[in-house]
């Protein structure tokens, strides 16, 4: 059973920094890809970044320049590093992996960008 585990949220203040892990049961070189999406209330859930078993990675206009993404292939573990963070990145981020064409969802960490 593919599981996914996410940590990291929090709250902090407009201009900080916070780093999102997930922990996969999966091989890293054996997804499609691995990242993160976000939904703030009342919003639909947005893509944000995404990292690939090769180490490509795509990411949201709206974070590009602030937020990267990279892995520990070692430890299974995808991480999402944002920085300069404003208070529309508020919302509750979760972790999906695609593997052999399917998807699958963290439990959502909550990230909350205010003074």
């Known amino acids: 059973q593919v599981q996914l585990v996410e940590s990291g949220g929090g709250l902090v203040q407009p201009g900080g920094s916070l780093r999102l892990s997930c922990v996969t049961s999966?091989?890293?070189?054996?997804?499609?890809?691995m990242g993160w999406y976000r939904q703030a209330p009342g919003k639909e859930r947005e893509f944000v970044a995404y990292?690939?078993?090769?180490?490509?990675?795509n990411y949201a206009d709206s974070v590009k320049g602030r937020f990267t993404i990279n892995r520990d292939v070692a430890k299974n573990t995808v991480y999402l590093q944002m920085n300069n963070l404003r208070a529309e990145d508020s919302a509750i981020y979760y972790c999906?992996?695609?593997?052999?064409?399917?998807?699958?969802w963290g439990q959502g960490t909550q990230v909350t960008v205010s003074s």
């Open positions: 999966v091989s890293i070189f054996s997804i499609d890809r």
């Open positions: 999906h992996l695609r593997v052999h064409g399917y998807d699958y």
């Open positions: 990292i690939t078993a090769i180490g490509s990675t």
